[in-house]
């Protein structure tokens, strides 16, 4: 509904907000609403006596009911419950399988939906394959990761050949000029043992 249409005569098109108030003020049967409302008493009544009425009318359908629809109506709900802690036990010991296997809740958990079924064996089993192809991930990873540190680790230098005769010859003579003849004595007993290998 435009303001015109609910203003009538009093309506001009440079009013203000306040003009446009105390015009509305003036009408006395002005609603905007354009679906029916209702009370809030009456609403929570009428609710009310129809949450009552339901539950009679289930005490009634209840009392009508034979001993073999009752034991049908049982039946449906013990099926239910035992499908729910079926579910529930396949769940757990998806995430047994998981935890066993090392991973974090953080890391099993998006997948744990995918593999879930009414059978704890059926769920076990495809926790297991899933475990099966991440642990194989993660081995190939390790692979490619310690090849390409090998493949760009440069090979070590070759050392150059010492001449041990050399070497010894050296160390014995500096022994012997610092007058340190334990070390000089140590020295030879070296070299002819390096000499017999």
Same mark, same amino acid.
């Given at each position: 509904m435009k303001l015109e249409d609910l203003l009538g005569t009093a309506y001009r098109d440079d009013m203000?907000?306040?003009e446009v108030e105390t015009a509305l003020a003036g009408k006395k049967d002005l609603s905007l609403a354009t679906e029916p409302v209702v009370k809030k008493d009456v609403?929570?009544?009428?609710?009310?006596?129809?949450?009552?009425?339901?539950?009679?009318?289930?005490?009634?359908?209840?009392?009508?009911?034979?001993d073999s629809e009752k034991l049908q109506v049982e039946l449906d709900k013990a099926k239910s419950d035992q499908l729910k802690y079926n579910q529930e036990l396949a769940k757990l010991r998806a995430k047994e399988v998981f935890v066993t296997a090392g991973l974090s809740e953080d890391e099993f958990n998006p997948i744990l939906e995918a593999i879930?079924?009414?059978?704890? &064996?059926?769920?076990?089993?495809?926790?297991?394959?899933?475990?099966?192809? #991440?642990? =194989?991930?993660? !081995?190939?990873? +390790?692979?490619?990761?310690?090849?390409?540190?090998?493949?760009?680790?440069?090979?070590?230098?070759? &050392?150059?050949?010492?001449?041990?005769?050399?070497?010894?010859?050296?160390? #014995?003579? =500096?022994?012997? !000029?610092?007058? +340190?003849?334990?070390?000089?004595?140590?020295?030879?007993?070296?070299?002819?043992?390096?000499?017999?290998?």
């Open positions: 203000t907000l306040e609403f929570d009544k009428t609710a009310s006596e129809l949450a009552k009425l339901k539950k009679e009318l289930k005490a009634l359908q209840e009392t009508s009911m034979t879930l079924s009414d059978d704890e &064996g059926v769920t076990r089993g495809r926790a297991e394959n899933m475990v099966k192809v #991440i642990n =194989a991930q993660k !081995e190939a990873v +390790d692979r490619a990761v310690r090849k390409e540190l090998l493949d760009s680790t440069p090979p070590p230098r070759a &050392g150059e050949q010492v001449d041990l005769k050399a070497r010894y010859q050296q160390e #014995i003579q =500096a022994a012997q !000029e610092s007058g +340190d003849l334990t070390t000089m004595a140590s020295l030879i007993r070296q070299q002819a043992m390096d000499n017999k290998l």
